[in-house]
């Protein structure tokens, strides 16, 4: 008798045991390359510190260069949304990968920081190509039951990657300079752009496979809409505008302009606020900022459990984590002079919560639009929005904090929190129907 994980599948001829183990080894390829990524942009401001120190660069100007980055890494993430609906996810990680690690190369070699905002937008525009990709790699080439999953799973990457763009620069900086931080995550990149080709060409055949199937589920999908439709004299959204007005999406911008604010930012000047406050030097600053993702990978799997076991809303669970990261703010103004380690710890909860919410906008929310085909394009328009709003907050917060100092700009990250938490509660429940019309194919 045949073994029904051996057994091949009448459609496919693949057995499940063989397409599992070639999920898992695609959902590998793309954390590891999501892990690698997370290096090579957040380097940047684990050296800030010690770039002011030697008076290469000064505050404001550091948040001219993120800004650089998060402004083309939005704008690329709208594009490359758009076009990741057309070219193969795998074609796009790749270059991604390849011209990341370039770019980080090229910034150790800077001969001033005048030419530093050039390079690391070109690095965001780079960036942009992975996370749209990624989730539609998800959506297109796992199989039923293996999507969502991955689509949580991922999020580790994030934290752990965040870990590696702290500890590694840290320790770097200990015994060496920063321009050796921008050598060395350009070598992990290209490196991991190695090991992305050559593991997709032993996956051909299963990727092949994957894109039939999908292709036949969709044909499948929109035979059912179009009846449905034509039952109730409508007809089926086809253009990605139609679908974008149609779908309710415009309801979720507001707590994701909130998110972008908050996160992100918050989490890129972690490092120069502990050094200032404090007094610690740039690596034992970084050292400690660790703490911050290490809590922070927790916060997306409390908001998937809350989501799915008992608010079944990405809006409502994303509401509950802004609340928690005000409150978290508010303790870091309240201990902003006491201790480095307790203010390090109100960020990361805090950050965790965010990243949480972050979950629902750009993993869970896209899903409902699986489909229709269009997930990397609403990915990539998600994700061009939240790092257009951490492009702004990037450059205000470093005038901010040269002009007015550190307890003025943690007041204003509790009042973003607090409007987060207004936005994600006001539109909830006209979310919670477009979502069930989203997944009824209604739209």
């Known amino acids: 008798m045949t073994n029904n994980a051996t057994a091949p599948d009448n459609q496919t001829g693949w057995s499940a045991r063989r397409i599992g183990i070639c999920a898992t080894q695609l959902f590998l390829y793309c954390f590891l390359a999501y892990t690698c990524s997370y290096l090579g942009r957040k380097n940047f401001s684990a050296c800030i510190p010690a770039m002011i120190e030697q008076e290469f660069i000064t505050k404001t100007f550091a948040g001219t260069v993120n800004s650089a980055y998060m402004l083309v890494y939005g704008a690329g993430q709208m594009l490359n949304g758009i076009i990741g609906t057309k070219i193969k996810p795998r074609y796009m990680i790749g270059t991604g990968l390849c011209g990341a690690g370039l770019c980080n190369v090229a910034m150790g070699f800077a001969p001033s920081a005048g030419i530093m905002p050039l390079i690391w937008a070109l690095n965001g525009l780079f960036h942009s190509m992975l996370w749209a990709p990624i989730i539609r790699t998800f959506t297109d080439l796992l199989p039923a039951g293996r999507k969502e999953k991955a689509g949580t799973n991922i999020a580790a990457s994030c934290s752990i990657g965040a870990v590696l763009a702290f500890l590694i620069p840290g320790l770097i900086l200990k015994f060496g300079s920063w321009r050796s931080v921008f050598y060395i995550s350009g070598g992990v990149l290209l490196t991991c752009f190695l090991i992305w080709v050559v593991g997709n060409r032993f996956l051909k055949g299963y990727i092949r496979m994957m894109e039939e199937t999908t292709a036949r589920e969709r044909a499948i999908l929109l035979e059912k809409a179009e009846a449905a439709a034509a039952a109730e004299n409508r007809k089926v959204k086809r253009s990605l505008p139609a679908i974008l007005v149609a ?175 207004f936005f994600c509660l006001l539109f909830a429940r006209f979310w919670g129907k477009k979502r069930v019309a989203l997944d009824e194919g209604r739209i």
């Open 247 to 421: 779908s309710g999406l415009w309801a979720v911008l507001f707590g994701l302009v909130c998110n972008g604010a908050l996160r992100d930012a918050v989490e890129s000047w972690a490092p120069t606020f502990l050094k200032e406050q404090f007094g610690l030097d740039s690596s034992m600053a970084n050292i400690i900022t660790v703490i911050i993702p290490i809590i922070s990978i927790s916060g997306t799997y409390v908001a998937n459990w809350l989501h799915d076991k008992i608010i079944h809303n990405e809006l409502t669970t994303a509401c509950v984590m802004f609340g928690i990261a005000a409150l978290c703010v508010g303790g870091l103004f309240l201990c902003r002079d006491m201790n480095a380690v307790l203010c390090a710890v109100f960020m990361a909860v805090a950050i965790s919560a965010m990243w949480g919410a972050n979950h629902m906008f750009l993993t869970v929310v896209p899903y409902h639009f699986a489909p229709l085909g269009v997930t990397a394009a609403v990915t990539g328009l998600l994700n061009s929005i939240i790092y257009f709003a951490t492009a702004l907050c990037a450059a205000l917060y470093g005038v901010l904090a040269d002009s007015f100092g550190w307890s003025v700009m943690i007041l204003i990250w509790m009042g973003i929190g607090l409007a987060g938490t």
